[in-house]
């Protein structure tokens, strides 16, 4: 049981176009979503993160849209960028003590100059 | 800052081989995570740990032991080494259920 699906499982865009990443869940009970980026040979490193009261999340050229209704959200990486090819991991936790993480299988963005 | 340091970076095996892998953080992090990273397939959690001498399976246990000797390490042991098995073994910590996870760079390992 998949319960944190992200698609398209790759993307390719052209440089300064805006990436669109998909995710959605099934657990009503997740209020806490991370968007994790890991480049070749390294970890997943975090690099955005909305909890399920807000629709809205910026930071810099990224952005989290979420549907609390549908159970989905999207991460927009604006004015992408070489450096940002890598794999991005969508993520879901419930807050509390039990600090676990379920994430889906990752989209690898590849990004053209 | 901190660091996790995972060793080692590349682990060879045998089939039915016991293989382990250690994993060290000094963020000072209360909780501990061991996942699987297979291609294609995301992460997969394995155990964690919310404080020393603490276990709690993930979804991918079988055939895995763990032990979190203290606070900064905890380590992960492949009872025995499936062939042709290969994945990247990722560890990470944390301070709390909203906090960021940091993850160390990984171990691959390859069972021959």
């Known amino acids: 049981q998949q319960q944190v699906r992200q698609s398209p499982q790759s993307l390719t865009v052209w440089e300064g176009e805006t990436a669109i990443l998909n995710c959605s869940y099934e657990?009503?009970?997740?209020?806490?979503f991370p968007w994790y980026q890991q480049f070749p040979g390294e970890g997943p490193a975090l690099l955005i993160s909305?909890?399920?009261?807000?629709n809205k999340k910026e930071d810099g050229r990224f952005t989290i849209f979420f549907n609390k209704r549908e159970k989905k959200l999207s991460l927009h990486i604006a004015d992408s960028q070489p450096g940002d090819s890598a794999t991005y991991f969508c993520a879901a936790g419930i807050g509390g003590s039990n600090a676990k993480l379920t994430f889906g299988k990752g989209t690898k963005l590849s990004v053209k100059s | 800052g901190g660091i996790i340091t995972q060793t080692p970076k590349f682990l060879i095996g045998q089939e039915g081989q016991k293989l382990t892998l250690k994993c060290q953080q000094n963020f000072n992090h209360d909780t501990m995570y061991w996942y699987r990273q297979d291609s294609g397939k995301g992460l997969r959690l394995i155990y964690y740990s919310i404080t020393e001498n603490d276990l709690q399976k993930g979804d991918l246990s079988e055939g895995y032991d763990a032990s979190r000797e203290k606070k900064s390490s905890f380590s992960l042991t492949v009872t025995s080494a499936q062939k042709n098995e290969m994945a990247v073994f990722l560890c990470a910590s944390t301070q709390g259920a909203r906090a960021e996870q940091f993850f160390g760079p990984g171990t691959r390992l390859t069972v021959l």
């Open positions: 909305i909890l399920s009261v807000s």
């Open positions: 657990n009503s009970a997740f209020d806490y």
